[in-house]
């Protein structure tokens, strides 16, 4: 006897509503956190290559302008 393991969309499919409602739920969220921890990487690049740039005027750190 084989034993079969549903892909993710056949296993969707079988879901009930009130599930398929909590997975999406779910699948939005960590969407969402992904995006956001993104985000943070792409600003972190960006200050990392102004920090680290050797064309930029040296100034010491107590200097930085404080947004």
């Known amino acids: 006897m084989r034993a079969v393991t549903?892909?993710?969309?056949?296993l969707y499919e079988k879901?009930?509503?009130?599930?398929?409602?909590?997975?999406?739920a779910a699948r939005a969220q960590r969407l969402a956190a992904e995006?956001?921890?993104?985000?943070q990487e792409k600003q972190?690049?960006?200050y990392a290559q102004q920090v680290n740039d050797p064309t930029a005027p040296q100034?010491?750190?107590?200097?930085?302008?404080?947004r």
């Open 35 to 39: 995006e956001a921890v993104a985000q």
């Open 59 to 66: 100034k010491p750190v107590w200097a930085e302008d404080r």
């Open 44 to 46: 972190a690049s960006a």
């Open 15 to 24: 879901m009930s509503p009130d599930v398929r409602k909590k997975v999406d």
């Open 6 to 10: 549903p892909t993710p969309e056949q």
